[in-house]
Structures are given as structure tokens and as C-alpha cells.
């Protein structure tokens, strides 16, 4: 493991302790201490997920089980090739769970760190840098699966409770941290959404204060307001803060369509994804900070012309970075074959088991990512004539109003509830030898790499 030093912010850049410029750049390990529905196969949340699999397993299986999974998902082959890729950082996004039980509130567990030190390690090992990313808070930060929240509500904002478990979380990271440089900075919290807009920033203070009055050398990533997009009700940039959009193009998206061309009645090219872009970073420009987007990338669809010019977005909004100085980290490093860098192999133990039951969570569009209502618009269809009837200035949530609600309701929560025990059959009656075969499709040496992609993060790596 080669020495470092602690990065700091000039101006803005971030620089090392002699200021030499650093560019981050590099991929997102969802999927791993984060899960995510549409990342390894299962429907809903995280945590409806792990109850059904303890039910048919058993306590001792269970543990193996996910145990085995975390082992196999980010070994030392990953970090190999990250650093093969000429890419010199991870974010790691990470489930409060791990650390906590809502049950004994403010204990941490021990056992929560074994493969987040071990992936730090690894990273440092190969000159990787690594991001602490909270991705799912104690009462959910926003209302979607990718908090594991299996509701509809960002009770986060509304219970102090929960803010105060956060902090305790926080100072416990950087606590531990506070003296491996190879840790970039902390990611508080994921994808924010204060429906008052008046909360964030004070909640944001509290958390900088908490780990800067235990570490005052690490960098701390803040993200925009509304999934990491709006940063208007902030003031004046804190000290030692680098902000954070996630910058997800359009035509990008499960129903994009051609590029450029029109996605959803708007006109997409280069001009437009940059208009997009400087729309996100406006606050850090102003204030003349640095910029990191955490997250962006397309989905892909296995045929050649859409996948073609899914890369050509891609390659546009690297120009766009590269041109702006922004650092990056794509998502996502490692899935089913959706997003990933690199996925599990088709013919795969774990595909083999799990292949006919994604198939069917596809054509009930059951995850919000990557789905389609296609198949079931018969179902939807009429809630939404009957919304926009009798409630035509209804607008619950974020993006979409009444129709963006009821996909999250029928789809993400009841359809996918109900799809839960039948993914959870899938592992019934497995011996643990089965087991450990089965999560070794997470393993590197057998997945398969989508060469395209990395070809084009290597690329724009330097």
C-alpha cells in the first residue's frame, strides 16, 4: 500500500497536502451494503427482503447467506481492475442497518464493519480512493427502495430521533476514519428529500459540526435537495464541503429514446445535457467550489443501436465533466446486467435460480428503476383517469405528480410486497455448500464485463 495524504479543498479543485490537483473519478458499489432491488434481482426493499430469506432460512443460513454475498460481491479482483481502468476512487454506499439495530438505537455493531474496512483496504492497496456513503438513514431520507424505505414517507425530516441516530452514526464513522487518508471524505446522506426545503440545510450544519469536532481533516460530500438536484434554499458553501449533484440523463432512462432526439416530447443532445449539467452545478460554480457528480449513467438495453447510443450520452456527459473540471463516479460497478461495469454471467448459479422470477418482476413492473407498466397498464390506466378527473391539481412528490405516486404505490410497494415470499422460496431447502457455489456468480472472475463502458470510463479516466 503506497503512502497518501489527505485531500483538502483550494479554491475550486481539491488538491493533496502538497496541492497538486486531484481528479476523482471512478464507480459506485451499490448493490453491495446498500441493495438494491433492480441490482441483484429481488423485489421491494432491502429489509423486506432479508425478513423473508431469515423466514425460509433460518437464522445460521441467513447470516451464511448474506455473508457469503458481501465476501464474493468486492474482492481483491475488483479492486485489481478498478485500478486497471486508471480509476482512483469507489463510493460506497452503505445501509444503516449494518451498524444498528431500530431496535437498540444508538449501539453499534461491530460486526457491521468487517467487509466495509476489508473493501477500504482493498481500495487503499491499489491506490483507490473511497467514500463513505450513507445511503439509507434511520426513518429513510427520501421516500424510495434505494433508502430501504418499503413506505412511501421521508420520516427522517420528521422525527429528531432519527436525525440524532444519524449524528451518533456519523461520529462513530469518522471516529474510526479520521486517520486513513485513503478515505476520501463522507457522503452524509444520499439523495436527500426535505418536502419544506427548510430542513436540509440545518440538519446538514449539525452533521458537518458532529464530524468535524472529531475529524477536521476529511472532506464531507453534500448533496442537492430533491435526489441531489436543487441547492437553492442553501446559503453561503460550508468550509471544507465539496456539493454533489447526481446528473442522470433522460435519454438515458429505461424509456429513452433515440439520441439526440426526443425523449418524452423534449429534444436531448449534447447542448441540452450540458444545459442540464450547469442547471445541477449553478451553486457550485457561483461560489466557485468544487463539483462532484455522484452519480450518473445509463441503463442499457441489450440491443446494439439503443445500447450504441446509450454510450454516446455517456461519452457526451464525460466531455461535459472533463470540460468542467467535475469529479465523478458512475453508477454502477457491479449488477444482474441492467448498469453494471460488469454482471453476473447469464448461465450463472444465481441467475439460473432467479432468472424466471426477474423475468417475472419485469412484466409486472415491479421495480421503479429499469421497469415498465407495459404489461400491466390495465391496472394503471384507470387509476390514472380517475386522478386526473377528480383531482387535477394533485401533485404529491417530486417529479410526475399523481402518476409518479401510483407507480410508486402499485408497483414498487403492493406489486413488489407481493413478490417478496415467492423470491424468497427461490433459496428454500439450500445447504450452505449450495449457498457459497451460488454467490460466487458475484465473484469477478465470473462475471461479465461490459467492454464498451469500460472502455469509455478508462478513456476519460485521466
Not at 300 to 324: C, F, N, S, W
Not at 396 to 421: D, F, H, K, M, Q
Request: hydrophobic content about 40%; aromatic content about 14%.
Amino acid at each position: 500500500m503506497t503512502t497518501t495524504s489527505f485531500l483538502k479543498i483550494r479554491g475550486s479543485e481539491i488538491v493533496d497536502a502538497d496541492d497538486r490537483p486531484v481528479m476523482l473519478r471512478g464507480a459506485s458499489l451499490g448493490g453491495w451494503m446498500l441493495m438494491e432491488n433492480f441490482i441483484t434481482g429481488y423485489p421491494a426493499s432491502e429489509q423486506g427482503q432479508r425478513q423473508e430469506i431469515l423466514d425460509v432460512l433460518g437464522p445460521e443460513k441467513y447470516e451464511f447467506f448474506f455473508d457469503r454475498f458481501l465476501e464474493y460481491f468486492f474482492t481483491e479482483d475488483d479492486a485489481r481492475y478498478l485500478q486497471s481502468l486508471g480509476l482512483n476512487l469507489l463510493r460506497l454506499p452503505l445501509n444503516y442497518r449494518h451498524f444498528e439495530d431500530d431496535m437498540r438505537p444508538f449501539e453499534i455493531k461491530e460486526s457491521g464493519f468487517k467487509h466495509l474496512d476489508r473493501a477500504i483496504n482493498l481500495c487503499a492497496k491499489y491506490g483507490i480512493y473511497t467514500i463513505l456513503d450513507l445511503h439509507a438513514l434511520p426513518g429513510y431520507q427520501n421516500m424510495s427502495w434505494h433508502s430501504d424505505n418499503p413506505t412511501h414517507v421521508a420520516s427522517f425530516w420528521l422525527h429528531k430521533h432519527f436525525q440524532d441516530r444519524t449524528v451518533h452514526l456519523w461520529e462513530v464513522f469518522a471516529e474510526r476514519y479520521k486517520d486513513n487518508p485513503w478515505v476520501a471524505g463522507y457522503n452524509p446522506m444520499n439523495e436527500p428529500w426535505d418536502p419544506t426545503e427548510r430542513m436540509i440545510e440545518p440538519v446538514y450544519r449539525r452533521l458537518v459540526d458532529a464530524i468535524h469536532k472529531v475529524d477536521p481533516r476529511h472532506l464531507i460530500f453534500l448533496e442537492g435537495n430533491r435526489y441531489s438536484k436543487d441547492f437553492h434554499m442553501f446559503s453561503a458553501p460550508l468550509p471544507g464541503i465539496v456539493y454533489s449533484n447526481h446528473d442522470y440523463a433522460q435519454p438515458g432512462h429505461i424509456e429513452g429514446g433515440p439520441y439526440p432526439g426526443y425523449t418524452a416530447g423534449q429534444y436531448f443532445d449534447s447542448e441540452v445535457l450540458e444545459e442540464t449539467f450547469l442547471s445541477l452545478s449553478r451553486f457550485m460554480l457561483e461560489h466557485q467550489v468544487p463539483i462532484w457528480v455522484g452519480e450518473f449513467g445509463p441503463v442499457y438495453t441489450g440491443d446494439p443501436a439503443a445500447d450504441a447510443m446509450r454510450y454516446q450520452v455517456l461519452r457526451d456527459q464525460l466531455e461535459i465533466y472533463k470540460h468542467y473540471g467535475a469529479h465523478w463516479a458512475i453508477w454502477l460497478w457491479k449488477d444482474i446486467g441492467l448498469q453494471g461495469i460488469m454482471s453476473t454471467a447469464p448461465d450463472s448459479p444465481w441467475m439460473q435460480r432467479i432468472g424466471a422470477f426477474v423475468a417475472k418482476k419485469a412484466r409486472l413492473g415491479a421495480d421503479h428503476w429499469g421497469g415498465r407498466d407495459i404489461h400491466i397498464r390495465h391496472l394503471i390506466e384507470p387509476l390514472e383517469k380517475v386522478m386526473a378527473l377528480e383531482f387535477p391539481n394533485y401533485r404529491p412528490g417530486p417529479y410526475g405528480g399523481a402518476n409518479n405516486r401510483i407507480r410508486r404505490l402499485v408497483r414498487t410497494i403492493l406489486l413488489s410486497e407481493a413478490l417478496l415470499p415467492e423470491f424468497a422460496e427461490l433459496f428454500g431447502g439450500m445447504s450452505e455448500t449450495e449457498i457459497d457455489e451460488m454467490m460466487q456468480s458475484f465473484l469477478f472472475k465470473n462475471c461479465v464485463i461490459r467492454q464498451s463502458l469500460a472502455q469509455i470510463l478508462a478513456e476519460y479516466a485521466h
